[in-house]
């Protein structure tokens, strides 16, 4: 538990996939932690993290932002497109890309702003109802047409069913990444990161194994 020891376990997961090392970017996610927990790991020389809204995200960074300097944040959660601008002037890699309306508006405001994060696409590996991203047979035609949009696409996010094994959820999302030539891959929470770094993350998203439980109270 902690940064330096989840540094530690990501680092011999490289090595261990034959990975080169640095090659895996370690997302911190700080959502609804404590300030003195955030601020504790921005001490430490931690200068990514993850936000899951945007809400939240922007009454936090601005101040850590002015404090520290290099630091990124990357937006995990759902984007709702009256928020896109918002978000995009905040963080610095959106992973929730998951329709067509969204990605249309970051188009737009890419194009008005001359500026875009880097995108992932999230793609609802266990086709689960409730939960966001395009459904894995439309994920080739939704990463054409992003393309087409002119944006910044990097890769693929998922997030597992939590009863499910997650390394079946990495392999689909890496068979699909593959056949589209997309590299990035953001696979993998506290649970399950070094298993998603022998499947090819290239960010995982970590939270509780780095700042211990979220207190929702
Ligand atoms: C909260 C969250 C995480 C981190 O979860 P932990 O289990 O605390 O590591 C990762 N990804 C997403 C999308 C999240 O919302």
Redesign the pocket.
């Known amino acids: 538990m902690g940064l330096t020891d989840i540094r530690d376990r990501v680092a011999k997961a490289e090595a261990a996939a034959g990975r080169a090392p640095g090659s895996v970017q370690l997302i911190a ?1 700080s ?1 609804v932690q404590p300030l003195e927990r955030v601020e504790a790991v921005l001490e430490q020389g931690h200068r990514v993290f993850g936000e ?1 809204k945007v809400q939240e995200a922007r009454g936090k960074w601005p101040a850590f932002m002015e404090r520290f300097e290099g630091v990124s944040v990357h937006l ?2 759902p984007l709702q497109t009256n928020k896109a601008r918002q978000a995009m002037e905040l963080f610095s890699a959106i992973h929730s890309v998951d329709r067509p309306k969204l990605a249309q508006t970051l188009a737009r405001l890419a194009q008005e702003t001359g500026a875009c994060p880097d995108l992932f696409i999230q793609v609802n590996t266990g086709e689960e109802e409730q939960k966001a991203g395009i459904l894995p047979g439309e994920a080739d035609a939704f990463i054409a047409e992003v393309r087409a949009l002119d944006l910044p696409l990097k890769g693929l996010m998922c ?1 597992p069913p939590v009863d499910e094994t997650p390394s079946l959820h990495f392999a689909l999302l890496g068979k699909i990444a593959a056949r589209n030539g997309l590299e990035g891959l953001s696979i993998g ?3 399950d990161f070094e298993e998603a770094i022998a499947f090819g993350a290239t960010h995982v ?5 780095i700042f211990g439980e979220r207190d929702y109270g």
Do not use: C, D, F
């Open positions: 996610v959502k899951n995990i959660g997030i929470m506290s649970s998203r970590v939270g509780s194994a």
